[in-house]
């Protein structure tokens, strides 16, 4: 179970083979229209894949990832790709933080530096965590990974996650944030391992919250449940086929890079804030960068398990409920908007509830400062309260000991 030290390295043929078929790539015909409304814009996505051919440079992206600290650890049968970036405090709060769909650890890259050494935002070192990044079960770099028979994926993926917190990195303790997939992940961790979890962070509330009989619902619920329905009517579709044929759908990705390309940019524009200019809060960089990571592992149909699984074995139902505490940055362009607090406080003990001003689903990429400055404003009080009560803990122990007979 000791970690390994792992560093990014895509062969050279993959990448001649890849150029090759960008070359060759066939455009659709008959669906003119020059915007986003039927999907991904065409003349956005020639544009992306002329950068692809002529202008990106994996390469560079591959040093510039390999600048942060990978490995990797067997736990359980599954080969667990993670970033572990340590904080330069000296009491570090360890952190892990959890991706979604159709992103990657590459979601908290501009994260992971700040959170370790917080004097960037003019925080001290006393705020500082030990950043800890996986790449879930099923996604690039960890990879498929067999799931026992009759049992959630997502609950087994969250007893790995634990696993490589607990026994692999030592951490008795640790906080967890997340967004999408990671969000489940996360109160899955604070249900199932409640000792270990001090508390979790959130930008939504979990797909599950929504399956709700709506006669126990206030008017402000009702209308945001209604709000997050007519979503997935209107923009569903690609979670309707992962969860019914994810296989049939992945054969085609897995073998066109455009594409691939195409699923996942939609899902980064759909999610993201309209009022923004997508081109400068996505850089081509970091979209291609993430498409690489999906097409060069070949992974874009174990990630897409998740939602079959779920749609089959539900890992979380609205009677679940988190204790720990929880805080929520809740940012108005992801998916059906901003639920009412009294809402999330049906499945979750919140203690911090905050309506951003701007960003959608990917905050990280999209507006980070905004989602590391609510991290820390959300765990630095627990941090401390939990200093304090260790403290007290080891001054009972001391207290005890010189009490007993030597």
Known sequence: MEPEPFKLHVERDVLQDLRVRLERTRRVRGIAAPDWKHGVDPSYLDELIAYWLNGFDWQLQEEKLNAQPHYRASVDGARLHFVHARGRGSENLPLLLLHGWPDSFLRYVKLIPILADPRRMGFSLDDAFDVVVPSLP?????????????????????????????????????AVAGGDGGSMLAQILAIDYPDSVIAIHLTDIGWHATDVNMDWLSRAEAKYVRAAHRRFLADGAYAAVQMSQPRSLAVGLNDSPVGLASWIVDRFHSWSDPRADFRRAFRKDVLLTNIMLYWTT?????????????????SLTPSDYVDCPVGLALFPFDGAGVPPRSFAERTLNVRRYARMSSGGHFAALEVPGLLVREIFDFLGPLRRWNRIAASAVRRAEVAQYAREPG
Do not use: D
Not at 142 to 168: C, D, F, I, K, Y
């Open 138 to 174: 099923g996604f690039p770099l960890t990879g498929p990974v067999a799931h026992p028979a009759g049992r959630s994926a997502n609950r087994h993926s969250a007893q790995l996650l634990w696993r490589l917190m607990t026994e692999v990195l030592g951490y008795e303790r640790f």
């Open 298 to 314: 070949q992974t874009i149909g174990s990630s897409m398990l998740s939602y079959y699984s779920e749609a089959h074995r539900p």
